[in-house]
């Protein structure tokens, strides 16, 4: 691994959609300077006076050759592009030795190039908004707890549950709002889901076929499966002595969303691409997230250790938040873990190549204390 390039203390922040918040706030605080790319600079002009940051961060023009032009070794380059669109990034990053910083869960072609970027000495920190992030971070944290409570050693069984969601505050007929691009929403619902259910490996062809009822702090949620679980067992570092009786993360949404999306659930198994595009388009105009509208994030993560001689364990963290005037829930959730991993990096904390928002159980309390220290709510439940 080679010596990371230290900090300049210059921040690019790429991008200024619905998930950019009062982070890149607290970035201006950090920073030397904060340069805010988007389409135009009279977009990124305006994003800037939205957010009360007129005159504290620098409005640019977004394309890939004006950015590069601008990177000096030990920049940081924070994304808040589609993932797709990050390897371009990334690439940049590795040419100018600037380091890179996004939400998004780490993907091939991000991968493919990590061992350019541990030969460049520059951080590559992924999954660090809310989910993928803070859901990491709570995840540790449990784990930590219930070995330390039985024995990462002794003979167990467990239940993992992590289940985050995007809602409307107040319920609609249709039980959700588009906040991030439908199309998006749509193709997450025809990808397959895999997660292990009484201790065996499932597959969901279809997610929401696999919905449920979901009880969180006395409320009733419906929750279906998501991407591919599996791997996170090992990520999240769960002990060899203890066998899954269920791991699983996935979706949370309203109750009543399962009946409310009938139609829709219909359009998707049909299978036609032109007309599911379409359908993208017609619900982002029917049910779109307006400025009159504030949104709800729930985050709820659950362990449940029991011993094959009688121990038991279990813990649960739950993220419960309403937009308000100032500020939409999933912009503060996004934007503020995200922030704080950039500072990590401004701090010259990480090592170079790969990290994600925790990768142990010690970094996931650090940061998790910084974040209710900057007023990000949640609360933890431990029973033993």
Known sequence: MSDVVRASGTVHWIG?????????????????????????????????????????????????????????PGDVVVSMLPAPEHAALLAACVRRRAHFACSSYVSDAVL??????????????????LDPGIDHLFAHSLVARAGEAIGEGTVASYSLTSYCGGVPAVPNDFRY???????????????????????????????????????????????YPNRDSVPFIEQYGLPAAWTPRTFVRGTLRLDGWLRAWDAVFEELKAGDDTRIAALA???????????????????????????????????????????????????????????????????????????????????????????AGEGLEFTLRVDQ
């Open 112 to 129: 493919e190039q990590l061992p350019a970027a541990e030969k460049a000495g520059i951080v590559v920190l992924t999954e660090a908004g």
């Open 281 to 371: 388009r017609e619900l982002a105009a029917t049910y779109p997230t307006t400025e009159a509208d504030h949104d709800r994030v729930v985050l709820a993560v659950s362990l449940d250790v029991r011993g094959d001689t009688g121990e038991t364990w279990s813990g649960s963290y739950l993220l419960d938040l309403v937009g308000d005037e100032e500020e939409s829930a999933m912009a503060r959730c996004v934007s503020r873990p995200l922030s704080l991993a950039v500072r990590h990096i401004l701090s010259d904390d990480l090592p170079s190549g790969l990290s994600r928002a925790a990768e142990t159980a010690q970094r996931s309390r650090e940061w998790l204390s910084e974040l």
């Open 177 to 223: 709002r588009f906040s991030w691009a439908p199309a998006g929403v749509l193709g997450a619902l025809r990808s397959p889901a895999r997660y292990l259910e009484d201790g065996e490996e499932t597959t969901a062809a279809r997610p929401w076929e696999a919905t449920r009822p979901h009880v969180v702090d006395g409320e009733t949620f419906e929750v």
């Open 16 to 72: 200024a959609g619905l998930s950019t918040g009062s982070g890149l706030a607290l970035l201006c605080d950090t920073a030397d300077r904060v340069r805010l790319w988007h389409r135009t600079e009279e977009r990124a002009a305006q994003a800037l006076d939205h957010l009360g940051l007129t005159g504290r961060a620098e409005p640019r023009a977004f394309d890939l050759a004006a950015l590069t032009a601008e990177l000096a």
